[in-house]
């Protein structure tokens, strides 16, 4: 079945230690977004990618950044964690940019930090 | 920028009783909105989607949800929930700002417990 795929499922990592979580695809869409998702809170759009071109939200913090080697892969890394960004990251991907397009999440990856 | 309310954060059903979960959006232009559901520890799942035409548009595990302009509402229905049905759902308005990129909005979320 085409999907998106999320490794790890669950990843700890220490205060101040770069950590990177992963997503891929098998549906070939030409977006891939990643979302922080809190506690309790809706997810919220971090970037994404159209094919190669990358689109930073406003107020993702320095932190975070992504690379896209490929249609299949996207990486989401955070270079050195706070306590304030233990949450779980979504990857969801969909054909087009235009607003109706659906989106299709991956599971989530839960990060802790320690 | 688009937005999305979602005014009750815990709703309480009992199996076999019939379910309306609130959504209000707010956005200049016609919007694209989204259900999604969320189990715990799990990703999304679309349950339906609004574009255009009909105003009542039906999705996946018997829900139903209608768009009403006039009170800017995307309120999902279902005539008789499951246990199973106990989750977390999401309304999302999603954007096309003329050759802009954006993600989805989502509103802050609806838990859905079922009582015996």
């Known amino acids: 079945d085409a999907m998106v795929i999320q490794n790890p499922r669950y990843q700890v990592t220490q205060f101040g230690k770069p950590v990177t979580l992963s997503c891929s695809q098998t549906l070939n869409h030409n977006v891939m977004y990643w979302y922080q998702q809190k506690s309790s809170q809706a997810p919220k759009l971090l970037f994404h990618y159209y094919d190669k071109d990358f689109n930073n939200e406003a107020d993702t913090p320095d932190n975070f950044q992504s690379r896209r080697p490929n249609t299949s892969f996207c990486f989401l890394d955070i270079r050195s964690p706070g306590l304030g960004d233990a949450a779980m990251y979504l990857c969801?991907?969909?054909?087009?940019?235009?607003?109706?397009?659906?989106?299709?999440f991956g599971p989530g990856t839960r990060l802790t930090v320690l | 920028a688009q937005s999305v309310t979602q005014p009750d954060i815990h709703i309480t059903v009992s199996e076999g009783a019939s379910l309306e979960l609130r959504c209000n959006y707010s956005?200049?232009?016609?919007?694209?909105l989204f259900w999604y559901v969320q189990s715990p520890g799990q990703g999304l799942q679309l349950l339906l989607k609004y574009f255009s035409g009909d105003t009542l548009v039906q999705g996946i595990k018997g829900f139903e949800a209608e768009f009403k302009r006039s009170q800017s509402s995307f309120n999902l229905r279902k005539p008789s929930v499951h246990w199973s049905d106990a989750a977390e759902y999401f309304c999302?308005?999603?954007?096309?700002?003329?050759?802009?990129?954006?993600?989805?909005?989502f509103g802050k979320g609806t838990h859905l417990i079922i009582q015996p």
């Open positions: 956005y200049g232009a016609t919007p694209y």
């Open positions: 999302a308005v999603g954007a096309w700002e003329g050759g802009g990129a954006d993600g989805l909005t």
């Open positions: 969801a991907t969909s054909r087009d940019l235009r607003g109706g397009n659906e989106q299709f």
